[in-house]
């Protein structure tokens, strides 16, 4: 079953199986079909719908200390999407997702383009090396490069040492921003790495051949035809790095007791609405926080897709 | 794939006896022992150093009343489990260690019961004025108070004398000896003031006067945080930073603890619950001679005494024996063998005046400071001298807010005095916010 | 970046016709002068990513050989041993800490991950092949849900989780752990793609013919087809559930069911506030590397697997 798509388009597989229909065999087969997904209905139903159901009714109220519990409908959304520090928060995650996304997926793409040409024992080491990260949880991650970024106590000195510049301070103001994007960058970019050079060795090697006749050097076939054909894998993981950069929330919330001056309580949404509901006992609103952020997220990854529909497929 | 599946499922085999029976029950939760299994048990979350040995005690000595103790955390973990389980109705501990500076949020949102209508009030005599107080609400009191943080000035001996500074005993003084320092070009700075050190710069502005919050009735509220007093420290303190006297790093972080030890600041302004902490780092200069000596003073003339820090035992709403919950928070450090154990193996500085005055307490002499009767000395005087401080029923927010001031005046962004106004102001639209009736 | 990452392995599955050990252009090169010197550079890159994503794992083996005093003194590099080696005393240090906790949290993190793992994967597994193969009414729109479930931020639902969990009897129980566990919509979207192209409709109908029930159509063609992504759900699910933070962090007081993320994190909170003069970082830095240790160990033993989900092709 030799197969030229690289990626199967979601959505577009649902139609694939609208193929048997009609009589009272396949109305009998429909009840499988619920009976096959109905544990991850239960399980859907009482860990994600029921749970949202209840924190939706708790965003539309409003606890004070002095005043109690009160209705007061969507007076919670108004006040995040007027609210100057979810909004700086929403900023600062949209500047990492323009910033980290593209150095991460030019990362792992160099690595996984080269670790799909080069065949040596090397290289198979290389890949392991890269992909470890992966294994570390991240708040376990967010701590090792807490200690690694101590001036005094890291061994960042040292390493700039090497190439004779000295270290910055990782966590000054104008600095921070680049220590969270290399934590996640080590963290993730192996991950990437795996996919794309997964979806790279999917790729029939006889469309090379034709290139290399031509005389195409190694580099021109990788910018022309390779990366052209695992495109849709590429946007495939844009659209989940976005979601999740987003909700950018472990490695700021670990750094903060190092850096309180450039790492706020309101650096992002998702710690900004951490803050307001186990630091100051907002539940509601942290709750609509935490929607409007959902809301946010929905509207950027749908418009993401929406743009480059034609090279994922993801949308019909 | 078969033999991965029967790995897994060895593994999990594994791990399940590995966990025990640990699923369901409260009674399998405890870190000590019950000893009378027939008495009524009352949970407690705290994260005391080596606490176990006091469990225990308590436990032995009381044949009605046993504690189960679980630390679920310090500090802020253990806070956001608190305010989850209150908020869901169920889960919380009978009894709570809470620092001081959050009981008044506690006690604002109803997590925590009124201790007097337990009886808790013939206990006063027992504490000085000013712990009796950071625990109390218009006379009543909600946490029976453990250990106190008094504050002195911590030095170091051998750098003092190296650059010839005396010890300070004004903040004129204090900043004359910071320039010394600087003028003999050293690379010791005279001490660090961190951004993140919201607690220690709420007691400096104390000390100078200021008296941010005042609760009259459940919604009226004073707020005054930019007054005279903490516009005077912070610009004292600011301008030593400008001048690079004094370091800006952040408190309780390695790099911190690493110059705490080495040199890199000549003297600490802190509780009496540092010296225990630094312990941990001893040996990385031998040649540290460490020294206590009071706080300095805006007028020594009239003293102020200041604290950071501290906490006590507090009592959930969701305790089911609520007088048993009482009889454990009052009870737990109530006894001089239970205060051996937290003085000697935990470094607690009792609040309880049984030991607190006793003479054992007094002089005894520490190794860490060459032996100096750091008690008598010093912060026997500043604990019973403290005579207290309100905080907010929001303290988090207003930590916050300050930390967000004394950064921006540390990066030279604002001036202090544009800084405490913002703080000011920020405070205030979020008490309106909860519903309070505001004075400024 | 949390869950929104484990999404992107949905590429994986998906990646076709892998695993005909294809020649690259450059392996296929003979070794003269010139081309050697091709291969250099690609190598250069590669032995500066190890570089980046395994120093920071020398760091840490060198620093859980240290003591407390020997971390904080300055006196060595961070990126070399100090004359004393002290990583057993570090070690039994560690295993003593209040009465045997840390072994405790790694058992805990084996009991989750494992029994959360293993019940995703089965539930994912049902769902996935009964999306794929059956037509019934609401499909679309369940299936609409599992993807949008992706956009959820955490934090929205953990204070609802909890009361539910709390109303029921199940925090402070493994229960709240592993249950929450089992709802792993990346997995299904997974199954389900993957299902749609591995089982060919022909098998089934013949099976059909041959007068197979439903649930042994399930059992005797399609799951043997399946193996290779149900074994990568699997890891994805148990690696998922090892790394989660925010669950365990609010589900459990109780100390001993922590799993090893958050009592490290407890560990560490408790080093920075501790006032009873006990050396506490050093074990926070040697808990931290044993705890990778498991993880790193079936990353690398386990390849085969994490390719088996990526090869797929050579199935048929």
């Given at each position: 079953?030799?197969?030229?798509?690289?990626?199967?388009?979601?959505?577009?597989?649902?139609?694939?199986?609208?193929?048997?229909?009609?009589?009272?065999?396949?109305r009998?087969?429909?009840?499988?079909?619920?009976?096959?997904?109905?544990?991850?209905?239960?399980?859907?139903?009482?860990?994600?719908?029921?749970?949202?159901?209840?924190?939706?009714?708790?965003?539309?109220?409003?606890t004070?200390?002095?005043?109690?519990?009160?209705?007061?409908?969507?007076?919670?959304?108004?006040?995040?999407?007027?609210?100057?520090?979810?909004?700086?928060?929403?900023?600062?995650?949209?500047?990492?997702?323009?910033?980290?996304?593209?150095?991460?997926?030019?990362?792992?793409?160099?690595?996984?383009?080269?670790?799909?040409?080069?065949?040596?024992?090397?290289?198979?080491?290389?890949?392991?090396?890269?992909?470890?990260?992966?294994?570390?949880?991240?708040?376990?991650?967010?701590?090792?490069w807490?200690?690694?970024?101590?001036?005094?106590?890291?061994?960042?000195?040292?390493?700039?040492?090497?190439?004779g510049?000295?270290?910055?301070?990782?966590?000054?103001?104008?600095?921070?921003?680049?220590?969270?994007v290399?934590?996640?960058?080590?963290?993730?970019?192996?991950?990437?790495?795996?996919?794309?050079?997964?979806?790279?060795?999917?790729?029939?090697?006889?469309?090379?051949?034709?290139?290399?006749?031509?005389?195409?050097?190694?580099?021109?076939?990788?910018?022309?035809?390779?990366?052209?054909?695992?495109?849709?894998?590429?946007?495939?993981?844009?659209?989940?790095?976005?979601?999740?950069?987003?909700?950018?929330?472990?490695?700021?919330?670990?750094?903060?007791?190092?850096?309180?001056?450039?790492?706020?309580?309101?650096?992002?949404?998702?710690?900004?609405?951490?803050?307001?509901?186990?630091?100051?006992?907002?539940?509601?609103?942290?709750?609509?926080?935490?929607?409007?952020?959902?809301?946010?997220?929905?509207?950027?990854?749908?418009?993401?897709?929406?743009?480059?529909?034609?090279?994922?497929?993801?949308?019909? | 794939?078969?033999?991965?599946?029967?790995?897994?499922?060895?593994?999990?085999?594994?791990?399940?006896?590995?966990?025990?029976?640990?699923?369901?029950?409260?009674?399998?939760?405890?870190?000590?022992?019950?000893?009378?299994?027939?008495?009524?048990?009352?949970?407690?979350?705290?994260?005391?150093?080596?606490?176990?040995?006091?469990?225990?005690?308590?436990?032995?000595?009381?044949?009605k009343?046993?504690?189960?103790?679980?630390?679920?955390?310090?500090?802020?973990?253990?806070?956001?489990?608190?305010?989850?389980?209150?908020?869901?109705?169920s889960?919380?501990?009978?009894?709570?260690?809470?620092?001081?500076?959050?009981?008044?949020?506690?006690?604002?949102?109803?997590?925590?019961?009124?201790?007097?209508?337990?009886?808790?009030?013939?206990?006063?005599?027992?504490?000085?004025?000013?712990?009796?107080?950071?625990?109390?609400?218009?006379?009543?009191?909600?946490?029976?108070?453990?250990?106190?943080?008094?504050?002195?000035?911590?030095?170091?001996?051998?750098?003092?004398?190296?650059?010839?500074?005396?010890?300070?005993?004004?903040?004129?003084?204090?900043?004359?000896?910071?320039?010394?320092?600087?003028?003999?070009?050293?690379?010791?700075?005279?001490?660090?003031?961190?951004?993140?050190?919201?607690?220690?710069?709420?007691?400096?502005?104390?000390?100078?006067?200021?008296?941010?919050?005042?609760?009259?009735?459940?919604?009226?509220?004073?707020?005054?945080?930019?007054?005279?007093?903490s516009?005077?420290?912070?610009?004292?303190?600011?301008?030593?930073?400008?001048?690079?006297?004094?370091?800006?790093?952040?408190?309780?972080?390695?790099?911190?603890?690493?110059?705490?030890?080495?040199g890199?600041?000549?003297?600490?302004?802190?509780?009496?619950?540092?010296?225990?902490?630094?312990?941990?780092?001893?040996?990385?200069?031998?040649?540290?001679?460490?020294?206590?000596?009071?706080?300095?003073?805006?007028?020594?003339?009239?003293?102020?005494?200041?604290?950071?820090?501290?906490?006590?035992?507090?009592?959930?709403?969701?305790?089911?024996?609520?007088?048993?919950?009482?009889?454990?928070?009052?009870?737990?450090?109530?006894?001089?063998?239970?205060?051996k154990?937290?003085?000697e193996?935990?470094?607690?500085?009792?609040l309880?005046?049984?030991?607190?005055?006793?003479?054992?307490?007094?002089?005894?002499?520490?190794?860490?400071?060459?032996?100096?009767?750091?008690?008598?000395?010093v912060?026997?005087?500043?604990?019973?001298?403290?005579?207290?401080?309100?905080?907010?029923?929001?303290?988090?927010?207003?930590?916050?807010?300050?930390?967000?001031?004394?950064?921006?005046?540390?990066?030279?962004?604002?001036?202090?005095?544009?800084?405490?106004?913002?703080?000011?102001k920020?405070?205030v639209?979020?008490?309106?916010?909860q519903?309070?009736?505001?004075?400024? | 970046?949390?869950?929104?990452?484990?999404?992107?392995?949905?590429?994986?599955?998906?990646?076709?016709?892998?695993?005909?050990?294809?020649?690259?252009?450059?392996?296929?090169?003979?070794?003269?002068?010139?081309?050697?010197?091709?291969?250099?550079?690609?190598?250069?890159?590669?032995?500066a990513?190890?570089?980046?994503?395994?120093?920071?794992?020398?760091?840490?083996?060198?620093?859980?050989?240290?003591?407390?005093?020997?971390?904080?003194?300055?006196?060595?590099?961070?990126?070399?041993?100090?004359?004393?080696?002290?990583?057993?005393?570090?070690?039994?240090?560690?295993?003593?800490?209040?009465?045997?906790?840390?072994?405790?949290?790694?058992?805990?993190?084996?009991?989750?991950?494992?029994?959360?793992?293993?019940?995703?994967?089965?539930?994912?597994?049902?769902?996935?092949?009964?999306?794929?193969?059956?037509?019934?009414?609401?499909?679309?729109?369940?299936?609409?849900?599992?993807?949008?479930?992706?956009?959820?931020?955490?934090?929205?639902?953990?204070?609802?989780?909890?009361?539910?969990?709390s109303?029921?009897?199940?925090?402070?129980?493994?229960?709240?752990?592993?249950?929450?566990?089992?709802?792993?919509?990346?997995?299904?979207?997974?199954?389900k793609?993957?299902?749609?192209?591995?089982?060919?409709?022909?098998?089934?109908?013949?099976?059909?013919?041959?007068?197979?029930?439903?649930?042994?159509?399930f059992?005797?063609?399609?799951?043997?087809?399946?193996?290779?992504?149900?074994?990568?759900?699997?890891?994805?699910?148990?690696?998922?559930?090892?790394?989660?933070?925010?669950?365990?962090?609010?589900?459990?007081?109780?100390?001993?069911?922590?799993?090893?993320t958050?009592?490290?994190?407890?560990?560490?909170?408790?080093?920075?506030?501790?006032?009873?003069?006990?050396?506490?970082?050093?074990?926070?830095?040697?808990?931290?590397?044993?705890?990778?240790?498991?993880?790193?160990?079936?990353?690398?033993?386990?390849?085969?697997?994490?390719?088996?989900?990526?090869?797929?092709?050579?199935?048929?």
């Amino acid at each position: 079953m030799a197969q030229t798509a690289v990626t199967a388009p979601p959505l577009a597989a649902m139609s694939r199986s609208g193929r048997r229909r009609g009589d009272v065999v396949s109305r009998r087969r429909a009840r499988w079909g619920w009976a096959f997904t109905a544990p991850f209905a239960v399980i859907l139903l009482v860990f994600l719908i029921v749970p949202l159901v209840f924190a939706f009714v708790l965003s539309l109220q409003n606890t004070t200390l002095a005043g109690g519990t009160s209705w007061v409908g969507f007076a919670n959304y108004i006040k995040a999407f007027t609210d100057p520090l979810f909004l700086s928060g929403v900023w600062t995650v949209v500047l990492f997702s323009i910033v980290l996304i593209p150095i991460q997926m030019v990362v792992s793409l160099i690595a996984a383009l080269l670790l799909d040409a080069l065949t040596s024992r090397f290289a198979r080491f290389s890949r392991l090396m890269i992909f470890v990260p992966y294994a570390v949880p991240a708040v376990i991650g967010a701590l090792m490069w807490g200690f690694l970024y101590s001036p005094s106590f890291g061994p960042a000195q040292e390493v700039f040492g090497w190439i004779g510049l000295t270290a910055p301070d990782f966590f000054a103001d104008q600095n921070v921003f680049g220590s969270l994007v290399n934590i996640v960058t080590w963290q993730w970019a192996g991950y990437y790495m795996i996919i794309l050079y997964a979806a790279l060795q999917g790729v029939d090697p006889t469309i090379y051949e034709a290139a290399r006749v031509d005389g195409a050097s190694a580099f021109q076939t990788a910018v022309r035809i390779k990366i052209p054909m695992i495109a849709s894998s590429l946007v495939l993981i844009l659209v989940f790095a976005l979601i999740g950069t987003l909700q950018f929330f472990n490695e700021p919330q670990m750094l903060r007791g190092m850096a309180s001056g450039s790492i706020t309580s309101h650096y992002t949404p998702n710690i900004y609405a951490y803050t307001v509901a186990f630091s100051y006992h907002q539940f509601n609103y942290a709750s609509a926080i935490a929607f409007a952020l959902g809301i946010v997220i929905f509207v950027g990854s749908y418009v993401f897709m929406f743009a480059t529909r034609k090279r994922s497929g993801l949308m019909k | 794939m078969k033999r991965l599946l029967a790995a897994g499922g060895a593994l999990a085999l594994l791990a399940v006896t590995l966990t025990g029976c640990s699923g369901g029950g409260s009674g399998s939760s405890c870190q000590n022992k019950i000893m009378h299994s027939d008495a009524t048990q009352v949970s407690m979350w705290a994260w005391y150093p080596n606490f176990k040995p006091v469990v225990n005690l308590f436990n032995k000595t009381h044949k009605k009343v046993q504690i189960c103790w679980t630390n679920a955390g310090a500090g802020n973990d253990e806070y956001t489990k608190f305010s989850t389980a209150i908020q869901a109705g169920s889960g919380a501990p009978d009894v709570v260690m809470l620092e001081s500076e959050v009981v008044p949020s506690y006690i604002a949102d109803g997590s925590i019961v009124n201790l007097s209508t337990l009886g808790a009030d013939k206990l006063k005599d027992n504490y000085s004025e000013g712990a009796w107080s950071d625990e109390s609400k218009g006379g009543d009191v909600y946490a029976i108070p453990v250990d106190g943080g008094p504050v002195g000035m911590l030095y170091r001996k051998d750098l003092f004398d190296k650059y010839g500074l005396t010890v300070p005993t004004t903040w004129d003084e204090f900043a004359a000896d910071a320039q010394k320092l600087k003028d003999a070009g050293a690379k010791t700075l005279m001490t660090d003031f961190p951004g993140n050190g919201r607690a220690y710069q709420t007691a400096l502005f104390a000390q100078a006067g200021s008296e941010p919050f005042e609760l009259t009735g459940k919604t009226d509220m004073k707020v005054d945080l930019d007054d005279q007093a903490s516009n005077k420290v912070l610009s004292y303190w600011n301008d030593l930073v400008q001048k690079k006297l004094v370091g800006t790093e952040d408190a309780s972080t390695t790099d911190y603890n690493t110059h705490l030890v080495n040199g890199t600041y000549a003297s600490v302004i802190a509780a009496a619950w540092l010296p225990g902490y630094l312990q941990g780092f001893t040996g990385a200069d031998k040649s540290a001679q460490w020294r206590v000596a009071p706080v300095p003073q805006w007028d020594p003339a009239n003293p102020v005494q200041i604290n950071i820090g501290g906490s006590a035992f507090a009592v959930s709403n969701q305790a089911k024996d609520k007088k048993a919950a009482a009889t454990v928070a009052e009870g737990i450090f109530g006894t001089e063998a239970a205060w051996k154990l937290g003085i000697e193996k935990a470094a607690l500085f009792p609040l309880w005046k049984p030991i607190l005055e006793s003479d054992y307490f007094k002089e005894k002499a520490y190794d860490f400071f060459g032996g100096q009767q750091i008690n008598k000395d010093v912060f026997l005087t500043a604990a019973t001298e403290y005579k207290g401080f309100q905080f907010s029923p929001f303290q988090n927010l207003v930590y916050d807010k300050l930390t967000d001031a004394v950064n921006a005046t540390n990066k030279g962004k604002q001036q202090p005095a544009q800084a405490l106004a913002g703080y000011q102001k920020a405070v205030v639209s979020y008490a309106k916010q909860q519903g309070y009736k505001v004075t400024e | 970046m949390t869950a929104a990452d484990t999404t992107a392995d949905t590429t994986i599955a998906v990646t076709r016709g892998a695993g005909r050990g294809k020649q690259t252009p450059a392996g296929r090169t003979g070794r003269s002068a010139p081309r050697r010197r091709a291969l250099a550079i690609p190598h250069i890159i590669l032995a500066a990513f190890i570089v980046y994503f395994a120093l920071p794992f020398w760091w840490l083996i060198v620093a859980s050989t240290k003591s407390q005093q020997s971390l904080f003194d300055g006196k060595t590099s961070p990126l070399w041993f100090a004359s004393h080696f002290d990583l057993f005393a570090n070690i039994s240090a560690l295993f003593n800490y209040s009465g045997g906790l840390y072994a405790r949290w790694l058992g805990n993190s084996f009991l989750y991950a494992i029994a959360g793992g293993l019940g995703a994967t089965v539930v994912s597994v049902l769902a996935g092949y009964g999306f794929a193969q059956y037509a019934f009414r609401g499909r679309r729109a369940f299936f609409a849900i599992v993807l949008g479930s992706v956009m959820v931020p955490a934090t929205v639902l953990v204070i609802p989780l909890f009361v539910m969990m709390s109303a029921a009897h199940l925090t402070n129980t493994v229960w709240a752990m592993i249950l929450p566990s089992m709802l792993n919509p990346f997995a299904v979207y997974l199954m389900k793609v993957y299902s749609d192209e591995a089982i060919p409709a022909e098998m089934i109908d013949a099976a059909r013919v041959d007068g197979a029930g439903e649930l042994r159509v399930f059992g005797r063609v399609a799951l043997p087809l399946l193996r290779p992504a149900i074994v990568t759900v699997l890891l994805l699910s148990i690696v998922g559930t090892w790394n989660n933070f925010f669950l365990p962090l609010v589900m459990f007081s109780n100390p001993q069911l922590f799993p090893i993320t958050v009592g490290l994190g407890a560990l560490q909170s408790q080093a920075q506030v501790n006032t009873g003069g006990q050396a506490l970082w050093n074990l926070v830095i040697t808990g931290a590397f044993l705890s990778i240790i498991p993880l790193v160990v079936s990353f690398l033993t386990l390849q085969r697997y994490w390719q088996g989900g990526l090869s797929i092709g050579s199935v048929k």
